[in-house]
């Protein structure tokens, strides 16, 4: 009955070990990914900022949707 009892906890044990091993590789992937495209994604990040604040956004396109759900793309730039 004890030999078990000790298989079954064994396999339980396992069971949580494979889980703990796929959330710290899943941890180490987001890492590894914050670390290369993170200062890229802060400098974008700051680009925006900084032209929100300078009142410099815009967008060459203006979408709009009509009444029946279509949406139209008026080129605000004359191209």
């Known amino acids: 009955m004890k030999t078990r009892k000790v298989v079954i906890g064994r396999r339980a044990g396992q069971g949580m ?3 703990i091993i796929i959330v710290l590789i899943v941890a180490v992937a987001c890492l590894v990914v914050v670390g290369v495209f993170g200062t890229n994604v802060r ?3 700051h680009t925006a900022n900084a032209s929100l604040k300078a009142g410099q956004a815009q967008d060459s396109n203006f979408h709009s949707t009509d009444v029946s759900g ?5 080129n605000l730039n004359g191209d």
Request: charged share 10%.
């Open 17 to 19: 070990i494979e889980y």
């Open 70 to 74: 279509n949406i139209t793309i008026n």
């Open 43 to 45: 400098s974008i990040y």
